[in-house]
Each structure stands twice: as structure tokens, then as C-alpha cells.
């Protein structure tokens, strides 16, 4: 069964949902027979390259806050991905276009090694305080260490049109199935799940996509899978203290 997950690597829920549901499917049974292809969303798909700005300014004027207060969001987000075992930088990080890392995901895909590299971008972008956005040799490094060749990351770097058309592809898929935010995950193509679920509902999702055979007519969505958190074009949502 094949599990297709949207998500951008700027998108914090992002990084907390994927974790819980590699928990989910390390703990599922049939865990050796499920193929997990990531899909490229960009959040900002108009933001230019080499145009970062930092996180808490954006969020304050994205949402209309003042900053201690974006920083307050952020300190929450820090704790969501902390229960997760997940490190967050809550202060220092930048934001910026993700189309780059996108299209290296492809290579990945085509290399065996994108969940390798997604977790190495998400590692990079919410725990490190280098930026990922922009800057082409921290963006090869990364790769090199995922696995992926230097060479042929540097190619795809350097070829703005090498994977554009796939990235673009997921996205137009994504809108076809109904994604307005992510993460976004989609079961067998027959079951939507949208956010960044706790693991127990990745589970109950994935028994439920398993056991069953009847074609569906769109996605539905499993029993108990309503309301996660995610991240759209006008934002993240933001938890509460």
C-alpha cells in the first residue's frame, strides 16, 4: 500500500507530523508493505530564491502580532516537537523559498534516499541555525550527506528546470485531492488525512486504508482523523500555551 505525504520543509507541523506518523508506522504491522513517497507543497511558491527573512518578523507580521508574541507561538511549537523528540530553534531561524529543495527531493526520490533527505532538510532547517534557503553549498552538503552523489546535486542546483516539472506536478495533485495545507497525507488514494495527527490516529488510518477494499468515490477521511494541525498559504496554526 502506498502512503503519499505533502508537506514543505518551512512548514513546522511538517516536521512534528512526519515524526508521528514514522512512529505510527514503525510500531503497524504490515510496516514492510507500505511505500512512503513524499510530495512536494510549497507554502511561499511565489518567494524568490536568495530572499530569507527571519521567522519571528514574518510571523508577526503574517499573523499581526507583535513579536514576544510570535516568539511565544514559537516557544509552544518548540514544546510540540520537543514531546516528539524533536529539537526546534525557537529564536534565529529564517524562512525562505523551499523550490531548490523541492527538486532535490525528486533526485532523491529518483536515488532511494528521500526520506533521507528530508529528515536531514527538517534536521537543517528547524535545529540548525545556517540557513538551508539560498545558499546552494550548504544545500549540496546536506544531499552529500543524505546519501546523494555531489555532482549530480550540484547539476540539479544549478539547472533551474531540473525537477521543476514533478514539483509542479505534486502540487496540481495536491489541489486535485483537496490539500489546502499540509502535512497532508493520503492513504491507498482512497483516504485523506490532513495534519499533523497524533500517532494513535496514524494508526487507526493506516488498519483502516489495510483492511479495506472498497473503492472510494474522492478521499475520505478515517474515523478520528478530523482537525490536526497544518500549515497553508496564510499561515501555520498556531498552538496555544
Not at 122 to 134: K, Q
Not at 209 to 226: D, F, K, N, R, Y
Amino acid at each position: 500500500m502506498r502512503v503519499e505525504i505533502w508537506s514543505d520543509i518551512a512548514c513546522p507541523w511538517c516536521y512534528v507530523g512526519k515524526a508521528r506518523f514514522d512512529k505510527a508506522l514503525a510500531a503497524f504491522p504490515h510496516r514492510d508493505r507500505i511505500e512512503v513517497v513524499h510530495r512536494s507543497f510549497e507554502l511561499d511558491p511565489a518567494r524568490p530564491k536568495g530572499d530569507p527573512e527571519l521567522v519571528l518578523p514574518m510571523l508577526a507580521k503574517k499573523y499581526g502580532m507583535s513579536e514576544a508574541q510570535a516568539a511565544e507561538a514559537e516557544r509552544n511549537l518548540g514544546q510540540n516537537a520537543a514531546a516528539e523528540g524533536l529539537p526546534y530553534l525557537t529564536e534565529g531561524r529564517d524562512h525562505g523559498s523551499t523550490f531548490d529543495m523541492h527538486r532535490l527531493l525528486h533526485l532523491a526520490k529518483a536515488r532511494g534516499r528521500q526520506d533521507e533527505l528530508l529528515a536531514v532538510l527538517y534536521r537543517a532547517n528547524f535545529a540548525e541555525t545556517a540557513t538551508v534557503f539560498g545558499d546552494d553549498e550548504r544545500l549540496v552538503a546536506l544531499a552529500v550527506e543524505a546519501g546523494l552523489e555531489e555532482a549530480e546535486a550540484r547539476e540539479v542546483l544549478a539547472d533551474e528546470q531540473r525537477y521543476a516539472a514533478e514539483v509542479r506536478a505534486d502540487e496540481r495533485a495536491a489541489t486535485e485531492l483537496g490539500a489546502s495545507g499540509v502535512p497532508f497525507f493520503v492513504l491507498d488514494r482512497r483516504y485523506g488525512v490532513s495534519g499533523a495527527q497524533p500517532a494513535d490516529v496514524f494508526t487507526q488510518a493506516l488498519t483502516q486504508a489495510w483492511e479495506s477494499h472498497v473503492p472510494a468515490s474522492g478521499l475520505a477521511t478515517p474515523a478520528g482523523a478530523e482537525g490536526g494541525e497544518a500549515c497553508g498559504p496564510d499561515g501555520c496554526e498556531v498552538p496555544k500555551g
